[in-house]
């Protein structure tokens, strides 16, 4: 027996993998069975559950001429739609599966990227329900020349997971680490039911998270 086919056997017995005839040409890869047994298997195993930096995704940009306002400053709508990709592949690591935005809220702008300037665009996965994932995002921008960085955005994006179908799926929940990620998750479940409520989808009543932010419990 080989060193690879050694190495089949005990993929079988870490993952419980039953053979259906224990023969020695099941243990080649030459056989038109193995690469299927071996994907099957994998494809049904599903992760429950998933670190928040494990969702990270940072994406830079140059803000050039055709980026600018009539000011010389990067413009509102260019600036979503990288933040929207950023946030998107976020959501998609975070989900292993195709993504739709589902919402965007809370944008503030704080300060101008001016032309010339390098954007920074943090996206990561806040926090996951059962088959939606808010997104929280952080844009810096940064003067190479002065060597001068600066805060100039913050949303969060909402995502839907889709199966091969087009239909909602299910998404691993969210193991936050840091006491940011904590806070950002905790403040994640307030934040849907306003999205909620303003969407008519949940009454004012229902919202227990609201309630008990008001109530100062």
Same mark, same amino acid.
């Given at each position: ?25 099941? $243990? ?8 299927? +047994? *071996? $994907? ?9 559950? /998933? /670190? &928040? ?7 830079? @940009? ?8 009539? $000011? ?7 600036? %979503?739609?990288?933040? =929207?990709?950023?946030? &998107?592949?976020? &959501? ?12 965007? =809220?809370? *944008?503030?702008?704080?300060?101008? *990227?001016? +032309? ?16 939606? %994932?808010?997104?929280? *995002? ?22 839907? &997971? ?20 904590? /806070?950002?998750? @905790? ?15 949940? /009454?004012? =009543?229902?919202?227990? @998270?609201?309630?008990?932010? $008001?109530?100062?419990?």
């Amino acid at each position: 027996m080989t060193v690879k086919n050694i190495h089949f056997l005990f993929f079988c017995l870490c993952f419980n993998f039953r053979l259906p005839t224990i023969t020695p040409r099941y $243990f080649t890869k030459q056989h038109p069975l193995y690469p299927t +047994l *071996i $994907f099957a298997k994998i494809s049904s195993m599903k992760i429950t559950s /998933k /670190k &928040a930096s494990e969702s990270l995704v940072v994406m830079t @940009e140059l803000v050039l001429p055709n980026d600018t306002n009539v $000011f010389g400053n990067l413009m509102g709508g260019r600036l %979503m739609y990288w933040m =929207d990709i950023a946030s &998107a592949l976020s &959501a998609q690591k975070h989900a292993n599966a195709a993504v739709v935005t589902a919402s965007v =809220d809370n *944008i503030s702008f704080e300060a101008p *990227i001016l +032309l010339g300037n390098v954007v920074y665009i943090e996206a990561k996965v806040s926090r996951a329900f059962t088959s939606s %994932m808010e997104v929280h *995002i952080s844009v810096w921008g940064e003067d190479l020349k002065r060597q001068h960085k600066y805060k100039s955005n913050e949303a969060y994006y909402t995502f839907v &997971a889709l199966n091969a179908e087009g239909k909602p799926s299910p998404v691993p929940q969210l193991i936050p680490q840091s006491s940011e990620e904590q /806070k950002l998750y @905790e403040g994640a479940m307030r934040r849907r039911q306003l999205r909620l409520i303003l969407g008519g989808k949940m /009454k004012p =009543d229902e919202a227990v @998270e609201l309630k008990a932010l $008001f109530n100062g419990k």
